[in-house]
């Protein structure tokens, strides 16, 4: 191929990738408009042509570049797509943690994108490889400055300029990706939370102000229980049978205050509401960082917390969650945080396991063996796993349905049984740890609070979809007088009315 004819067919193929790139991003939900600022299609250009232009360097296939580069696409959609029917968000930047967690945690990710569509993109991009490396030579002029090289190097240096220039006039993120997605496209509002992403958490945490209180006898046990997708989901379905949550109801008669709890999260992303209930912050104050705190927690930033506080205070501080500790960078978040230990996965290499997860029973068993030890007061977070999803990985026993409901569910409702199996085990868990704290010399209080909504979009199709608050309740072990309140709240106000309640925080 002579120089000027490897120049020309760089070019062809950077502009096919480009367009190929407009025409994938047709496939989103949210559909990105049409219509957006010149800035967001100058950077989306700018960002396809250096994408492309290195790739070509790379690989010497101009052609095969460019479907390396549309397959990359191809998958981001395909992922966002997944996430917005599970999870109701697009995809963003801080989500690429995906694509590794995936490799680590295959259940947690791969069910939701479909094991045919996985099979299918890792079948298509071999493929891809396959005819890039046998259909396309790589020309004698790879190397010549009239060929190839040049070529990709004026390329990508359009590329880079576009970025440069585009990045200066795009409009600021509002932080609500389907609002960003739509108003600038994937690539354009990927790129304002990478950016996003570099600034500090500079913020008036409330525990940094928040007074010590005067608590009216001695100091008494804090447990914390953030229970998997936990929600009254009775309301789903008029044939759930009621005694379901039975230790739920008791305990909300008997609470300091109960209610709904709207939490920053839906069907996943844990994370979300345990930072929000942790420090009292609100998600909008948070910025790019809402949608993984704990990414900024462990690039340096330590926070005040609900946990710091008591420690101030004199408790000692525990967290516990049965699951790899790297996870959402735990282990390096927590002693931030305020805990001064943290139990994961590791402490449980013998418990029971209910469906593919340490049990909600195990928990119980844990908390109560640390409490029966204790020479003080003692804070213990715990994150349950038992109902953690996919769901429908699991099965159902047909003497469930007999068990759960007074009436069967309609047809294609097997996630919510196997759901509402493990909400009954998370009631007993209830149950285990009131127990526990009652049967102590020294006086208790339990918080009890869900995370977010279930992953059942089958569900909620033929039963209605819920609002996406959970159910919270405080109790302790003396009688509460005058009789328990009804206050709905958000996740930040639940640690400080806790406290309060408790006389712990003034």
């Given at each position: 191929?002579?120089?000027?004819?490897?120049?020309?067919?760089?070019?062809?193929?950077?502009?096919?990738?480009?367009?190929?790139?407009?025409?994938?991003?047709?496939?989103?939900?949210?559909?990105?408009?049409?219509?957006?600022?010149?800035?967001?299609?100058?950077?989306?250009?700018?960002?396809?042509?250096?994408?492309?232009?290195?790739?070509?360097?790379?690989?010497?296939?101009?052609?095969?570049?460019?479907?390396?580069?549309?397959?990359?696409?191809?998958?981001?959609?395909?992922?966002?797509?997944?996430?917005?029917?599970?999870?109701?968000?697009?995809?963003?930047?801080?989500?690429?943690?995906?694509?590794?967690?995936?490799?680590?945690?295959?259940?947690?990710?791969?069910?939701?994108?479909?094991?045919?569509?996985?099979?299918?993109?890792?079948?298509?991009?071999?493929?891809?490889?396959?005819?890039?490396?046998?259909?396309?030579?790589?020309?004698?002029?790879?190397?010549?400055?009239?060929?190839?090289?040049?070529?990709?190097?004026?390329?990508?240096?359009?590329?880079?300029?576009?970025?440069?220039?585009?990045?200066?006039?795009?409009?600021?993120?509002?932080?609500?990706?389907?609002?960003?997605?739509?108003?600038?496209?994937?690539?354009?509002?990927?790129?304002?939370?990478?950016?996003?992403?570099?600034?500090?958490?500079?913020?008036?945490?409330?525990?940094?102000?928040?007074?010590?209180?005067?608590?009216?006898?001695?100091?008494?046990?804090?447990?914390?229980?953030?229970?998997?997708?936990?929600?009254?989901?009775?309301?789903?379905?008029?044939?759930?049978?009621?005694?379901?949550?039975?230790?739920?109801?008791?305990?909300?008669?008997?609470?300091?205050?109960?209610?709904?709890?709207?939490?920053?999260?839906?069907?996943?992303?844990?994370?979300?509401?345990?930072?929000?209930?942790?420090?009292?912050?609100?998600?909008?104050?948070?910025?790019?960082?809402?949608?993984?705190?704990?990414?900024?927690?462990?690039?340096?930033?330590?926070?005040?917390?609900?946990?710091?506080?008591?420690?101030?205070?004199?408790?000692?501080?525990?967290?516990?969650?049965?699951?790899?500790?790297?996870?959402?960078?735990?282990?390096?978040?927590?002693?931030?945080?305020?805990?001064?230990?943290?139990?994961?996965?590791?402490?449980?290499?013998?418990?029971?396991?209910?469906?593919?997860?340490?049990?909600?029973?195990?928990?119980?068993?844990?908390?109560?063996?640390?409490?029966?030890?204790?020479?003080?007061?003692?804070?213990?977070?715990?994150?349950?796993?038992?109902?953690?999803?996919?769901?429908?990985?699991?099965?159902?026993?047909p003497a469930e349905v007999e068990a759960l409901y007074t009436q069967p569910p309609p047809p294609g409702?097997?996630?919510?049984?196997?759901?509402?199996?493990?909400?009954?085990?998370?009631?007993?868990?209830?149950?285990?740890?009131?127990?526990?704290?009652?049967?102590?010399?020294?006086?208790?209080?339990?918080?009890?609070?869900?995370?977010?909504?279930?992953?059942?979009?089958?569900?909620?199709?033929?039963?209605?979809?819920?609002?996406?608050?959970?159910?919270?309740?405080?109790?302790?072990?003396?009688?509460?007088?005058?009789?328990?309140?009804?206050?709905?709240?958000?996740?930040?106000?639940?640690?400080?009315?806790?406290?309060?309640?408790?006389?712990?925080?003034?």
């Amino acid at each position: 191929m002579a120089p000027d004819a490897a120049f020309t067919a760089l070019l062809v193929a950077s502009s096919g990738a480009i367009a190929c790139s407009l025409v994938i991003e047709r496939l989103m939900t949210p559909r990105p408009r049409l219509l957006r600022p010149a800035s967001a299609w100058a950077l989306h250009i700018g960002l396809c042509a250096s994408a492309h232009a290195v790739l070509t360097l790379l690989l010497g296939r101009p052609w095969f570049a460019g479907a390396a580069l549309s397959a990359f696409l191809l998958l981001l959609v395909l992922v966002n797509n997944a996430k917005m029917k599970a999870l109701r968000e697009p995809f963003v930047f801080q989500d690429y943690e995906y694509f590794t967690d995936a490799i680590r945690h295959p259940r947690l990710y791969i069910p939701f994108l479909g094991w045919g569509k996985f099979i299918g993109a890792a079948s298509g991009f071999v493929l891809a490889v396959l005819i890039g490396l046998l259909g396309e030579a790589i020309p004698d002029e790879r190397f010549v400055w009239s060929g190839q090289l040049g070529a990709a190097l004026v390329v990508l240096a359009g590329g880079i300029l576009l970025v440069l220039v585009a990045q200066r006039k795009l409009p600021a993120a509002s932080f609500v990706p389907e609002n960003d997605v739509r108003a600038l496209g994937l690539l354009s509002s990927l790129w304002l939370y990478r950016a996003a992403e570099q600034l500090r958490l500079q913020l008036a945490f409330p525990f940094q102000r928040l007074l010590p209180g005067e608590p009216a006898a001695e100091l008494p046990h804090l447990v914390a229980v953030q229970s998997e997708s936990f929600f009254d989901a009775r309301a789903l379905h008029p044939g759930i049978r009621r005694e379901l949550l039975s230790e739920l109801d008791r305990l909300q008669n008997e609470a300091l205050a109960h209610g709904k709890l709207q939490v920053p999260a839906w069907g996943a992303n844990t994370v979300r509401s345990e930072f929000a209930f942790l420090s009292g912050i609100a998600a909008e104050h948070l910025g790019v960082h809402r949608f993984n705190p704990y990414r900024a927690v462990a690039a340096g930033n330590a926070v005040p917390t609900l946990a710091s506080h008591l420690q101030r205070l004199g408790y000692r501080t525990i967290c516990i969650h049965p699951y790899p500790a790297s996870f959402y960078r735990r282990d390096r978040a927590y002693p931030r945080l305020g805990f001064g230990e943290f139990l994961d996965l590791r402490t449980f290499d013998q418990a029971e396991r209910d469906g593919p997860y340490v049990s909600d029973a195990a928990l119980a068993e844990q908390v109560a063996a640390i409490l029966r030890q204790a020479s003080g007061p003692l804070f213990i977070f715990v994150i349950t796993m038992e109902n953690h999803g996919p769901l429908h990985l699991e099965r159902v026993d047909p003497a469930e349905v007999e068990a759960l409901y007074t009436q069967p569910p309609p047809p294609g409702c097997d996630d919510l049984t196997i759901y509402l199996r493990h909400l009954r085990n998370a009631n007993r868990m209830i149950a285990d740890v009131r127990r526990t704290l009652e049967s102590g010399a020294r006086p208790a209080s339990l918080c009890w609070f869900g995370d977010h909504v279930p992953i059942m979009p089958a569900v909620y199709a033929r039963c209605g979809l819920p609002s996406g608050e959970v159910d919270y309740v405080l109790w302790r072990t003396q009688p509460s007088w005058p009789p328990p309140r009804r206050v709905d709240l958000p996740a930040h106000d639940l640690a400080t009315t806790w406290l309060r309640a408790l006389g712990l925080a003034g």
